[in-house]
T-cell receptor, first 116, second 110 residues
Framework: DGGITQSPKYLFRKEGQNVTLSCEQN?????MYWYRQDPGQGLRLIYY???????QKGDIAEGYSVSREKKESFPLTVTSAQKNPTAFYLC???????????????FGSGTQLSVL | EDQVTQSPEALRLQEGESSSLNCSYT??????LFWYRQDPGKGPEFLFT???AGEEKEKERLKATLTKKESFLHITAPKPEDSATYLC???????????FGEGTQLTVNP
């Protein structure tokens, strides 16, 4: 079955620690995204990538980093510089480069990150 | 700056009691308006895309409509399994990213 796989489902971060959230898709989509969701707030864009080896900052990129070395993978690292990392993180993908198309997003099942 | 506002924040209905959710938006030019359903602890699931004022789309008990300033998600005779958070998002003409509203949490009691 085609889809987006996020892992782990739950993740705990210690003070000063970097953690990496995994996102893999087998939909052959060009564009991938990372969103953060806090209770009572809309989804906020962290980073997005339209093609391999290229990515752009979203609205809340500080304290996060990404890479896009393969079309199917878009890992997100939450660094120690992110002082309030507790949130639900969602990875998404869409067909084609959305600057050129108007495609809907497909979402993974999310990773809940908490601080110990 | 694009803005998307959803109302109400939460809505409680009895099974069979029809109602509507609202999504108001402010963009320089609308390229598309998207509705998603999200169950607790899961990722959003796509429902509809609307592109121009006057457009309507239906799926089972859900019907989405669009005007130049807002979209409505009408729920006819809802069932408990329709309970979820409904998210609205817009993409403007010159942009590639989606701007999401805060969602409406719908609870349908049997």
């Amino acid at each position: 079955d085609g889809g987006i796989t996020q892992s782990p489902k739950y993740l705990f971060r210690k003070e000063g620690q970097n953690v990496t959230l995994s996102c893999e898709q087998n939909l052959n989509h060009d564009a991938m995204y990372w969103y953060r969701q806090d209770p009572g707030q809309g989804l906020r864009l962290i980073y997005y990538s339209q093609i391999v080896n290229d990515f752009q900052k979203g609205d809340i990129a500080e304290g996060y980093s990404v890479s896009r070395e393969k079309k199917e993978s878009f890992p997100l690292t939450v660094t120690s510089a992110q002082k309030n990392p507790t949130a639900f993180y969602l990875c998404a993908s869409s067909r084609g480069q959305t600057i050129l198309t108007n495609e809907k997003l497909f979402f993974g099942s999310g990773t809940q990150l908490s601080v110990l | 700056e694009d803005q998307v506002t959803q109302s109400p924040e939460a809505l409680r209905l009895q099974e069979g009691e029809s109602s509507s959710l609202n999504c108001s938006y402010t963009v320089s030019g609308l390229r598309g308006l998207f509705w998603y359903r999200q169950d607790p602890g899961k990722g959003p699931e796509f429902l509809f895309t609307l592109y121009s004022a006057g457009e309507e789309k239906e799926k089972e008990r859900l019907k989405a409509t669009l005007t130049k300033k807002e979209s409505f998600l009408h729920i006819t005779a809802p069932k408990p399994e329709d309970s979820a958070t409904y998210l609205c998002a817009v993409r403007e003409t010159s942009g590639s990213r989606l701007t999401f509203g805060e969602g409406t949490q719908l609870t349908v009691n049997p």
